[in-house]
């Protein structure tokens, strides 16, 4: 269905209701609605429009347009093409129908918006805060632009956090916010029925780093893809180019052609490291150390290759709006083939030797089931979507950087259980290396840069999607004053697939719960890049000597 | 199984020992790594572009008098990205392949450069350095009239 056919049915479909489309770019469309039909038209986009829910942004706009607005971003993969309906609400009724009662994966942005922008989603099947702490005064939305960048408002004396109620007959397990496995903070209250995971609880979002604001209110265009790259802690340049590419399509310029390869070979290196992390990593939360060590052992070459190509090993500052810094020279070509065909020879060693370790296989074979279905209507992403048989890759449906050249597909596996996504991502290693290989062959000469030739002009929009090795991230960029975003808005895959864990370890032990989660590879630090320092963890650590003895004197007590 | 065991043990002895000495032997970086910076007080001209380009804001501009510019880092908060060379017009700036800075003293981090400026005849405040102005003297530098086409 052409994008004309998509306003033409809308336009069918809601008449008057839909006040404005405009596709400023090929693969972005721009719908905006009236309040009263953000819902229907979500569930029609969504049901017969074949529209796969992404990401919502909430706007303050009452400087400019006097509204604050909700936009909620999807995308129709197989026509390569993104849809952001748009609704605006006045600042008094600052309220809109949730979608989430029929687009399911809505379920955390829509609590994000209520949070951070201050507009409810009415009908929200759970309206609990997702994002600011607990005693955060209410009414105070940090990503208004009344808020200052470095505001710190007053703590709510004796705020209560509000967890699920565990189901009757159930105990409930804590696991959190601190806790081994996984570095980064989360909590985790699982409801079991004796060892069974009858159902879960998930508060997270204790790692606000306010990375959204900043790029409104202090930051340039320019300064923006540093930020970006530090959101992530290993996949960090599929933000820097993400949000490049977002920022170049809003300011109608293309990186040149060389560059947008640099960056395709640099976000396949990207892939194979943190593939071999991860296999390594999981191996670890099984208690096979063995594969840590050997996967760790065989990724470190291309980490010094990385150092060598661009000055880091891990942030490569290498990302401008409008193209890369650094050129990856004819020199450095035979060793970094050398290097991805030693990692290749022995991932293949590694590979075939655990596949018949049955210790692995009884711990990941049919453990951890997201079924197609679930997948689909929870939205996840990468392999976490792909080990579910659901045939996305953004490097396909949107291509960006030099995919459109560089061809590749999406690797699926119909297990949908933990040991089909280590298939996915062990495939998507041997083929990020191909791709390597493929694109250090075509790369075709040219500049690094272009040149602008005028300044950015505000009000223009631009939406990006890259393949991150856990999944699609998704940058949206609305232009502003004074050199710098009015709005920037960045979803990690984590965001979406962490919304998929409840179904994922509904029925098993608590013991597969630590290889479940890590089974999606998740990213914590890239999920919680949003607002402003957690106030409840600032409190509790000028808790005195003192206090913490009565604390635990009264606990004992009980 | 025991087929696997074996494989997944030949790898292990394979790979034999990779740790390196370090820090017991020096590690020198790749060529080209960015390390700290350093400033030299005698090219820079004061034109401010680093600290406008710094994403972690370590760089501080100010004029303590009318004839001197001090620029401070403050690198403790560096991120190495090393945008401030890049765009130094008089490549004042150099990154050098030092990466081992940590330390209990945080002065090791800072770096003040003084730079003498000709001060502007108007409004008093720093203008151009001397060194600078003297170069567009020599050069005998004009403004491109307008063509009158
Ligand atoms: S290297 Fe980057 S972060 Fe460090 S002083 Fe220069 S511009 Fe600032
Ligand atoms: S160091 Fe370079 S960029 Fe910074 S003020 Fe001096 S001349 Fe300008």
Redesign the pocket.
Known sequence: MTTQQVIQEMREKFGEGLRAAEEPAPGALYLTVDKELIRPASRHLQDKLDARFVISAGIDRLATEGCLSVTHIFSRDKAKQFVCLRADVSENGAEVEAITPDVVAAGWSEREIQDLVGVKAKGHPDPRRLVLPDDWPEGVHPLRKDFPYDANPEPVEGAEVKFKEAPEGTSTVVVGPFYPVLEEPAQLRLFVDGERVVGCDYRGFYNHRGIEKLGDSVLTYNQIPFVAERICGICGFIHSSCYCEAAEQAAGVQAPRRARYIRSIMLEVERIHSHLLWLGIAGHILGFDTVLMQAWRIREPIMWLCEKITGSRKSFGMNLVGGVRWDISPDIHPEILDCIGQIEKESLAVVDAVQGDTTLLVRLKGVGILPEEDARSVCVVGPTARGSNVDIDARVDHPYAAYDELQTRAITNDGCDNWARVVVRLEELFESIRLVREGLKTMPDGPLMVEFAEEIPAGRQGVCTVEAPRGEAIHYLITGENNRPDRWRVRAPTYQNLQALPLMIKDETIADVPITLGSMDPCFSCTERVETVDVRTGRQAMLSKEDLLRLSQEKSER | MILSKLKEAIICLGAGRVTLPYPFAPHPPAEGFRGKVE?DSE?????????NVCTPRC?V?TDPSQDTRV?EFFLERCTYCAR?AE????E??TVTEQFETATNDTQDMHIK?E?YMGSCQRCGRCFETSTALDKLMVTGFQGVPESGE
């Open positions: 400033v090219k820079c001209i004061g034109c401010g572009g680093c600290a760089i501009v620029l401030c765009v130094c017009p008089e004042a700036i450069a730079v």
